[in-house]
């Protein structure tokens, strides 16, 4: 129970109080009290379990659910399983589930894993693949993985998952997999190495012997062998016919007759056998039959539901049907939920179909799907009621699942089953409703295949062209406009994001929050792309409202996302770090691609707040995510780029010299061309601190960095050069706003001016950058700059700048370059509590007066003073003050 | 094969098959089989036939037999 919530909590959206179907998958099916065992079967398993694959491989009927887990019950090893249905084809779905099924084993499997692929943006297969396989192979113990009814599967990215797995398997684990027809897998390849274990048809066929075991052994008949071999050879040994069979035989009191019709007649043996149970079943029981039929899996609320009988008697019906063995499966072990054997249910709709002139007062099948989608609608399982919708063929009610209220199905874990839906719909149909077309657009947009949203749009407008115009056809105008905006930005042309998304905005029903929030971000982008960034901001902030309220989750997190790293590229590092944190707070454990840049973000900030761990913390969490998502896989390199600078100021030179270069590969290899700049960029910074001077200049100028060719020259004492480069890079840029790079080359300005004798000049743009930096507590800028700037600021200290924020980059300098003796001989800076002291000294009060108000031991605020006075090289109170005074640390009478 | 004498192999097209099953189904069972005839042919086997849209419905249609466990004798286009 403990496990299966634990499942329930991963998946998001899929549990609720009926007790989650996803557990109904995992499920162990149980032995049945009556069932074939089948000894020799199971021993020839047991044997060949140390293989890498058993296919148990036969028609319908041939008891091979039954058969593996007759096995697994008693092979004393941990065994998981997943019952595979429709929903499944879709990779990502078949391995969310095969990670879950892992999960009832080894409960620590793979839950980061899982994680991710509950995000609408999945990482690469691949990467779930490796990193599951890692997570396996340090499992001790062997272990056994179930897949059932593999045959519905139908998938060739399923095929090659599975595929890639046995090849990569580590040997602990063994794999079963049931199915009526051959997998497309190796199978010959691991036939010819001795890995695969077969059952097949023939194999799992009675013999009369085992016929006669099993009738008159298990079942407690008196059969004669003649009779036994008669009902064997008419069934041929297919062991759901002789089960059938026996049914039949239990309710007819004269067994010889009943067996002389069967065998001499033609029908084929089930459709012949069926009927017989049905018979004998009463009339509410072969209604019951019949209607549950429809349903993949049933619970007794939602058979009372479908038969539309509010008596109740669902859940006892499905117990009685369970105790007299009518081919009926529990699927947990708190007997909630149940199927039918499969075969059965395909017979049983037969029937229904036949009679689906509805009996009097029956109900066709249509209504039994409607049934079964209201009641799955109303336990919020909204994938299941969608299927039951498109089985009763209700367009409006499909469509209007799909639409989900503000989180649309396919953004739920359901994209296959949604594009199955319209793909399988005429384009008459598509033709008459317009909102066909946009949301087949939009799950095509959705599932990243942009290239035929286009033609998917036209189609919509076209059939918007013939409807009558009124609030909703202009709303689907906009939602055509929105996802053209949204094509807009894949292909980064601001002019149709820009057009699009205000056609969106003008058209979109003020109601429609949801595509509003996205044409806000879209627009966003376009002023982005052009510049307009004061614009790009409001757009932003719009989104992120709206978003609050439409549940459009993802892009107003985009828009978050944006907003931030406009706000740290403003220099607004208090309100970009806060944006940012607002986003993990919002998105909780779930990995999404945008989360990269956040963690980035955060990391470049609490480094330039001097706050190294919490830098790298942000730092190896954005190389992560980076690596997760295959679409933003160039992403890891500004990352790792920024790691690599941290390593240098930690002063691991050499290594942070080998990991750019390692970086430098991976850009070669994967020709990631735009990130060659800032790759170069701290090559130089790395190159400089290495004292490899000739090579950073090289760098530099090859890549035509003018603010990195500027620290070479200074490193070089070439201020006059460095100076000009500065000059140069200065009358490029926009000086309305005050970016890290300009504020950087004002700073190295500063010290070029500093260094040639300049200091006035040179304080001067020190007070105003200082005026800028402040506010936002910058300390790496400076600190970054080296011994020249320590000096520069001790100077603009003294002046009477700024000295408690000078102070703290002093102390900065400090704890960084204790080997220097010339930083450590400036003027130590005083702490807070000692200027906290120090202004109550100049108010006058005495020492005890000073340790009642700041709750200090007398002794304590003398050892203060004594500090004060060393720092400030005076010897009492009133030299204190002066000096206090004239450095303004105190403000002047 | 000597298909392409007997009729056009468009695969897009509609054509008349006839599957050929082992064991006598009533022809009750034309429905399930989306309308297509059930005839009884020699030696206990079923005649399924009828128009097949494209080779799509064909795969389901061989679908629906495998989920039965009914055994399949032959498929075969007729004119």
């Known amino acids: 129970m403990r496990q299966s919530r634990l499942i329930s909590n991963c998946l998001l959206n899929r549990g609720n109080a009926i007790g989650s179907i996803l557990v109904t998958k995992l499920y162990i099916p149980p032995l049945q009290p009556k069932a074939v065992l089948r000894p020799q079967l199971t021993k020839h398993l047991n044997q060949c379990k140390q293989r890498k694959l058993t296919l148990v491989s036969a028609s319908a009927g041939y008891g091979k659910t039954t058969l593996i887990s007759e096995w697994v019950a008693n092979c004393k090893q941990p065994v998981a399983w997943l019952s595979l249905d429709q929903e499944h084809k879709d990779a990502g779905s078949f391995l969310t589930y095969f990670i879950a099924a892992l999960q009832t084993i080894f409960k620590d499997i793979g839950h980061s894993l899982l994680a991710t692929l509950q995000s609408p943006q999945h990482p690469s297969t691949d990467f779930i693949l490796t990193n599951l396989l890692n997570e396996l192979t340090d499992i001790p113990e062997a272990f056994i993985l179930v897949l059932d009814d593999y045959h519905v599967i139908e998938s060739e990215s399923v095929d090659n998952i599975l ?17 009526r027809e051959d997998p497309h897998l190796p199978l010959a390849l691991l036939r010819g190495r001795g890995q695969l274990t077969e059952l097949r048809a023939a194999d799992l066929r009675f013999s009369h012997s085992e016929a006669g075991e099993f009738l008159n052994r298990m079942l407690g008949f008196e059969l004669s062998a003649d009779k036994i071999s008669l009902l064997s050879t008419r069934t041929e040994g297919w062991i759901t016919g002789l089960q059938l069979a026996a049914i039949s035989l239990r309710e007819h009191e004269n067994s010889s007759a009943f067996i002389e019709s069967f065998t001499g007649s033609h029908y084929f043996v089930l459709d012949y056998l069926i009927e017989e149970v049905l018979k004998q079943q009463s009339e509410s029981i072969q209604s019951f039959l019949l209607y549950t039929s429809i349903l993949d899996r049933m619970c007794g609320s939602l058979c009372d539901t479908v038969l539309g009988s509010p008596t109740g008697t669902g859940q006892k019906t499905l117990e009685y049907l369970e105790h007299t063995n009518l081919f009926i499966i529990p699927l947990d072990s708190e007997r909630c939920w149940y199927r039918y054997h499969h075969l059965f249910s395909e017979l049983l709709k037969q029937r229904l179909l036949q009679k689906s002139a509805p009996l009097a007062g029956g109900l066709g ?60 719909l005429p384009g008459s149909v598509m033709d008459k409703k317009p909102l066909l077309w946009i949301t087949y657009a939009s799950v095509s947009l959705g599932s990243g295949e942009i290239s035929g949203v286009e033609q998917k749009l036209k189609a919509a407008e076209a059939a918007l062209e013939t409807a009558v115009q ?11 406009a929105s996802m053209r905006a949204i094509v807009g930005v894949t292909q980064y042309n601001p002019e149709i994001i820009k057009t699009q998304s205000l056609r969106a905005l003008k058209y979109l029903s003020s109601e429609n929050l949801s595509s509003r929030t996205t044409s806000k971000w879209t627009l966003g982008q376009a002023h982005l792309l052009l510049k307009e960034y004061s614009a790009a901001k409001e757009a932003y902030n719009e989104a992120i409202s709206i978003g609050k309220t439409s549940g459009n989750v993802l892009f107003s997190l985009l828009a978050r996302a944006d907003l931030g790293s406009l706000q740290e590229w403003d220099n607004q590092l208090h309100s970009a770090a806060e944006t940012y944190l607002q986003i993990l707070t919002l998105v909780g454990d779930q990995p999404l691609p945008v989360l990269c840049d956040v963690h980035l973000g955060l990391a470049r900030i609490f480094y330039q707040w001097n706050d190294m761990d919490s830098a790298l913390q942000y730092a190896d969490s954005s190389i992560e995510l980076a690596r997760l998502f295959e679409n933003t896989i160039d992403r890891f390199i500004t990352c790792e780029i920024f790691r690599s600078h941290l390593k240098l100021v930690a002063g691991n030179r050499d290594e942070a010299a080998s990991q750019l270069a390692g970086i430098a590969r991976s850009i070669q ?9 800032e790759l170069a960029a701290q090559q130089v910074v790395t190159l400089i601190t290495q004292g490899r001077l000739e090579a950073a200049a090289q760098v530099a100028e090859k890549h035509v960095l003018p603010i990195h060719a500027a620290q070479v020259f200074l490193a070089r004492g070439d201020t006059s050069s460095a100076l000009k480069k500065l000059e140069a890079f200065q009358a490029g840029t926009d000086t309305a706003s005050w970016n890290q790079e300009q504020l950087k080359a004002m700073l190295l300005q500063a010290i070029a001016i500093f260094e040639q004798g300049e200091q006035d000049w040179a304080v001067r743009l020190m007070d105003k950058v200082l005026t800028m930096t402040e506010p936002e507590g910058f300390i790496r800028i400076f600190v970054d700059q080296g011994i020249p700037m320590c000096r520069l600021l001790s100077e603009t200290a003294v002046r009477g700048i700024m000295p408690r924020y000078i102070n703290r980059l002093i102390t900065a300098f400090k704890a960084e370059k204790q080997e220097n003796e010339e930083i450590q001989g400036l003027i130590d800076p005083l702490s807070q509590r000692e200027i906290e002291v120090l202004e109550l000294i100049a108010q006058g009060f005495s020492n005890h007066e000073i340790g009642e108000k700041l709750f200090l031991a007398l002794d304590t605020v003398k050892g203060h003073n004594r500090r004060i006075f060393s720092k400030l090289e005076v010897k009492n109170r009133t030299m204190a003050i002066a000096k206090a005074r004239s450095l303004t640390i105190l403000k002047p009478e | 094969m000597s298909g392409k004498d007997d009729f056009e192999t468009d695969p897009d097209q509609s054509m008349v098959y006839q599957i050929r099953l082992k064991g006598c189904l009533s022809s009750k069972w034309s429905k399930w089989f989306d309308g297509l005839t059930i005839t009884q042919g020699d030696n206990d086997e079923t005649l399924i036939t009828g128009a097949v849209a494209d080779q799509a419905a064909l795969h389901g249609l061989l679908k629906q037999v495998r989920d039965l466990g009914i055994p399949l004798i032959s498929v075969k286009p007729i004119k």
């Open chain 1, 365 to 424: 099948v249509a209504e039994l799907h409607i049934a079964a989608s209201e009641w799955y609608e109303k336990n919020d399982l909204h994938i299941e009621a969608f299927h039951h919708a498109t089985l009763a063929n209700d367009i409006d009610r499909s469509l209007r699942l799909v639409q989900g209220n503000g989180m649309p199905l396919y953004f739920r874990g359901a994209v296959g089953s949604v594009l199955n839906w319209l793909r399988t």
């Open chain 1, 669 to 677: 290899q994967n020709n990631y061309v735009h990130r060659i700049p």
């Open chain 1, 470 to 480: 009124n609030k909703m056809t202009r709303d689907m105008t906009g939602q055509i």
């Open chain 1, 163 to 179: 595929t890639f797995f046995l090849e990569n398997m580590p040997p602990q684990m063994h794999l079963v997999i049931a199915t």
